[in-house]
């Protein structure tokens, strides 16, 4: 089974410039989060959809953040302006509807200088 | 809101030494618990993971956690642990009802093993 695709896997850009992820989750996951996670700390969840829906965004700084699941399968998560505090993994997950377990992508490594 | 507490930062071991790594959660209803491990430069992987039934889970690499629900705990244990065991571990909770499964993380354990 493929995993969870993410790309690319590393970044570095300029303040105020703009940065977008792409995720591709395994066949048939209904569910698709992203994640962030700054160094030395837990991911916490940007954004979940439910198909193309959102289900919950209410840790997405809007004002500089924004994600989209077009045709229930494929995201991006864009970051416009980005500042230095934005330097994290970003990290896409996916899940089966029901009690299981998530799957987990490589991530995006973002630094922004 | 649920939150997650994992009290060691880092912890350095040598090889075969047991290993229990801590995780408190602050949640009153039902709850799934897991156990995530990072290694240098990969990605998330499952540990183990607790829905309901026996509170003492196995996971894979020798790993397992007990559930303890009266003091709000799901802790992890290796009775030997090995060099290669050197990674981050994450543990997190979800509440199980609805559709909005989101993983709350603890802020994560070092764990170092020294040959």
């Known amino acids: 089974e493929a995993g969870v695709a993410q790309s690319p896997r590393y970044k570095i850009i300029e303040k105020r410039q703009s940065v977008a992820f792409w995720c591709n989750p395994i066949?048939?996951?209904?569910?698709l989060y992203w994640y962030q996670q700054i160094l030395g700390q837990g991911p916490k969840l940007l954004i979940q959809?439910?198909?193309?829906?959102?289900?919950?965004d209410s840790q997405l700084p809007k004002d500089r953040f924004s994600a989209e699941r077009l045709k229930g399968v494929d995201s991006t998560l864009k970051i416009q302006p980005a500042k230095l505090e934005d330097s994290a993994v970003y990290l896409c997950?996916?899940?089966?509807?029901?009690?299981?377990?998530?799957?987990f992508g490589s991530g995006t490594r973002l630094t922004v200088v | 809101a649920q939150s997650v507490s994992q009290h060691n930062h880092h912890v350095i071991l040598s090889e075969a030494a047991s290993l229990e790594l801590g995780c408190n959660y602050s949640?009153?209803?039902?709850?799934?618990l897991f156990w995530y491990v990072q290694y240098p430069g990969q990605h998330l992987q499952l540990l183990l993971k607790?829905?309901?039934?026996?509170?003492l889970v196995k996971g894979i690499k020798g790993f397992e956690a007990e559930f303890i629900k009266s003091k709000f705990s799901f802790n992890l244990r290796k009775p030997s642990v090995q060099w290669s065991d050197t990674a981050e571990y994450f543990c997190?909770?979800?509440?199980?009802?609805?559709?909005?499964?989101?993983?709350?993380f603890g802020s994560g354990t070092q764990l170092t093993v020294l040959p």
């Open positions: 997950a996916s899940s089966e509807q029901g009690p299981t377990g998530y799957t």
């Open positions: 066949s048939g996951h209904a569910t």
């Open positions: 959809f439910q198909n193309n829906g959102v289900v919950d």
């Open positions: 949640y009153g209803g039902t709850v799934n």
């Open positions: 607790y829905f309901s039934g026996d509170p």
């Open positions: 997190a909770v979800t509440h199980p009802s609805g559709s909005a499964r989101q993983l709350t």
